[in-house]
């Protein structure tokens, strides 16, 4: 071989190292899903099942069930369903006495939305999710064909190298190898920028949203904010010592059920109840049909008991919807007891510790809160902790009947603090790292007198921290 042959045939073959590496880079770089994560209130169990990331189709999805203080063992069954269609293979999750992770391996065999469907033997909770497409844009379809056709031509041009008489022969092979090449590196740089195509029967927001976040479709979007409100239809049946609640979902408009829920602060629906003593029951529902709904209360007062549901529909925002009714159970209800305003406290064994500054209406009000005594808060619903108000309430009544009419329900979050340089998603609760101090900025409305609940969770048990709260006229007397 002459001198400039094998200059082109080192030439080629440097070329075919570094697109090899290329080739390897671009397969690394996909597109990369999060897990999503779903508070269920199955059966006596507070579950949070945890969905991992689905990387390819057919292939297996990993779901971890986290149980907590409280939850007895036993075996979860679980299997991956098409909305409306037959069951897959199921997987058996033992649950163990002791609470935390419990894991269990599906298989996935089509892209796009399913039903994971958790059965305790008595009831089947249905969960959506949503398999992401790989969908493929123009410019990324381009990128592809050039590095396989430049390919190709780099093989042929070192075959013509090694066995051609005349070196100007190679030359063909090796510029088309080029122009392939350039073709290829200049789509791959354009597919950064360029939006891909919509899949059939999708909105082009959506699409996107999913090509970034192959969960997001289970996430709200703030730039549609058009759907109806939904109607709440509540029923509570007795069985044995616990309640079971029935939650109907209807469309204001259409009135037909509700079925387009989103997975939100880590729940499909997050119920709240204020009890006849002024308890604070804050449970997940569990989706069984289409706007059906079902959560499970243990050892229920006698009284009248108020309820909310927040929940978020695709392309409505989130929703929080207060039951007309509530519901009662018989029996003479007891007498509501009085929390302390501030100051230490001992909450189910936890050390707690809460002050406010401020507590003026139309103003920031400040409530912190020292939960144990080191950082070893779980994430709760994706949250160091929950703050629950309602108020302003009447003294000497049943606390549901008065919270029944309070003008104000809301809630606040402490976030998670992030942490720098993180690529994965939010940490899930079995880091035990946060706290001990939990703060929570809220501005109350009215004047009057508050029940606030402060909720954190620490060894996996939720610790509820009810707080009673005078807020007083803000300056100028709001309002
Ligand atoms: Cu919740």
Same mark, same amino acid.
């Given at each position: 071989?002459?001198?400039?042959?094998?200059?082109?045939?080192?030439?080629?073959?440097?070329?075919?190292?570094?697109?090899?590496?290329?080739?390897?880079?671009?397969?690394?770089?996909?597109?990369?899903?999060?897990?999503?994560?779903?508070?269920?209130?199955?059966?006596?169990?507070?579950?949070?099942?945890?969905?991992?990331?689905?990387?390819?189709?057919?292939?297996?999805?990993?779901?971890?069930?986290?149980?907590?203080?409280?939850?007895?063992?036993?075996? #979860?069954?679980?299997?991956?369903?098409?909305?409306?269609?037959?069951?897959?293979?199921?997987?058996?999750?033992?649950?163990?006495?002791?609470?935390?992770?419990?894991?269990?391996?599906?298989?996935?065999?089509?892209?796009?939305?399913?039903?994971?469907?958790?059965?305790?033997?008595?009831?089947?909770?249905?969960?959506?999710?949503?398999?992401?497409?790989?969908?493929?844009?123009?410019?990324?379809?381009?990128?592809?064909?050039?590095?396989?056709?430049?390919?190709?031509?780099?093989?042929?041009?070192?075959?013509?190298?090694?066995?051609?008489?005349?070196?100007?022969?190679?030359?063909?092979?090796?510029?088309?190898?080029?122009?392939?090449?350039?073709?290829?590196?200049?789509?791959?740089?354009?597919?950064?920028?360029?939006?891909?195509?919509?899949?059939?029967?999708?909105?082009?927001?959506?699409?996107?949203?999913?090509?970034?976040?192959?969960?997001?479709?289970?996430?709200?979007?703030?730039?549609?904010?058009?759907?109806?409100?939904?109607?709440?239809?509540?029923?509570?049946?007795?069985?044995?010592?616990? #309640?079971?609640?029935?939650?109907?979902?209807?469309?204001?408009?259409?009135?037909?059920?509700?079925?387009?829920?989103?997975?939100?602060?880590?729940?499909?629906?997050?119920?709240?109840?204020?009890?006849?003593?002024?308890?604070?029951?804050?449970?997940?529902?569990?989706?069984?049909?289409?706007?059906?709904?079902?959560?499970?209360?243990?050892?229920?007062?006698?009284?009248?008991?108020?309820?909310?549901?927040?929940?978020?529909?695709?392309?409505?925002?989130?929703?929080?919807?207060?039951?007309?009714?509530?519901?009662?159970?018989?029996?003479?209800?007891?007498?509501?007891?009085?929390?302390?305003?501030?100051?230490?406290?001992?909450?189910?064994?936890?050390?707690?510790?809460?002050?406010?500054?401020?507590?003026?209406?139309?103003?920031?009000?400040?409530?912190?809160?020292?939960?144990?005594?080191?950082?070893?808060?779980?994430?709760?619903?994706?949250?160091?902790?929950? #703050?629950?108000?309602?108020?302003?309430?009447?003294?000497?009544?049943?606390?549901?009947?008065?919270?029944?009419?309070?003008?104000?329900?809301?809630?606040?979050?402490?976030?998670?603090?992030?942490?720098?340089?993180?690529?994965?998603?939010?940490?899930?609760?079995?880091?035990?790292?946060?706290?001990?101090?939990?703060?929570?900025?809220?501005?109350?409305?009215?004047?009057?007198?508050?029940?606030?609940?402060?909720?954190?969770?620490?060894?996996?048990?939720?610790?509820?921290?009810?707080?009673?709260?005078?807020?007083?006229?803000?300056?100028?007397?709001?309002?």
């Amino acid at each position: 071989m002459r001198t400039t042959e094998k200059t082109i045939a080192a030439l080629l073959l440097s070329a075919l190292a570094t697109l090899c590496g290329g080739a390897l880079a671009l397969a690394d770089g996909a597109p990369a899903g999060g897990d999503v994560h779903v508070a269920q209130t199955l059966g006596d169990r507070e579950l949070t099942v945890v969905l991992r990331r689905v990387d390819a189709v057919p292939g297996p999805l990993r779901v971890d069930v986290i149980t907590h203080e409280g939850s007895a063992p036993g075996e #979860l069954r679980l299997r991956v369903a098409r909305p409306g269609g037959g069951g897959g293979p199921e997987a058996v999750v033992a649950l163990g006495a002791t609470p935390g992770p419990h894991h269990g391996t599906l298989r996935v065999d089509t892209a796009g939305p399913q039903e994971l469907a958790v059965d305790d033997g008595e009831r089947v909770a249905l969960i959506p999710f949503v398999v992401p497409v790989a969908v493929m844009s123009p410019a990324e379809g381009l990128t592809y064909r050039g590095f396989v056709a430049a390919g190709l031509l780099l093989l042929v041009a070192l075959g013509t190298a090694v066995t051609a008489r005349h070196g100007w022969v190679v030359l063909l092979p090796a510029g088309g190898f080029v122009a392939a090449l350039a073709v290829a590196v200049t789509a791959a740089l354009l597919s950064a920028s360029t939006p891909a195509p919509p899949r059939p029967g999708e909105d082009v927001d959506a699409t996107e949203d999913a090509v970034r976040d192959p969960y997001s479709v289970q996430r709200p979007s703030t730039s549609d904010l058009s759907r109806p409100p939904v109607t709440l239809l509540l029923r509570a049946g007795s069985t044995g010592d616990a #309640l079971d609640l029935e939650l109907s979902l209807t469309d204001g408009a259409s009135g037909r059920p509700v079925d387009d829920l989103l997975v939100h602060d880590d729940a499909l629906m997050h119920l709240v109840v204020v009890t006849p003593s002024g308890g604070l029951r804050h449970v997940h529902p569990v989706r069984v049909s289409p706007g059906e709904y079902r959560a499970r209360l243990r050892a229920p007062e006698p009284g009248h008991h108020a309820v909310s549901a927040e929940i978020s529909r695709r392309g409505g925002g989130v929703q929080l919807l207060r039951s007309p009714t509530g519901f009662d159970v018989p029996g003479t209800p007891v007498d509501p007891s009085s929390p302390p305003a501030a100051g230490a406290r001992d909450v189910n064994g936890t050390p707690v510790d809460v002050a406010v500054t401020g507590a003026r209406a139309g103003e920031p009000t400040t409530i912190t809160a020292r939960v144990g005594t080191t950082a070893d808060l779980q994430p709760w619903l994706g949250m160091v902790g929950h #703050l629950i108000v309602v108020g302003p309430l009447p003294d000497g009544e049943p606390v549901g009947d008065a919270a029944q009419r309070a003008p104000v329900w809301a809630h606040a979050h402490a976030m998670v603090p992030l942490t720098p340089g993180a690529t994965g998603g939010p940490p899930d609760e079995t880091v035990a790292a946060y706290g001990p101090v939990v703060t929570f900025t809220h501005t109350f409305p009215l004047p009057g007198r508050y029940r606030v609940w402060v909720q954190n969770q620490r060894d996996y048990a939720l610790v509820t921290t009810p707080v009673l709260l005078d807020v007083g006229a803000g300056e100028g007397g709001t309002p």
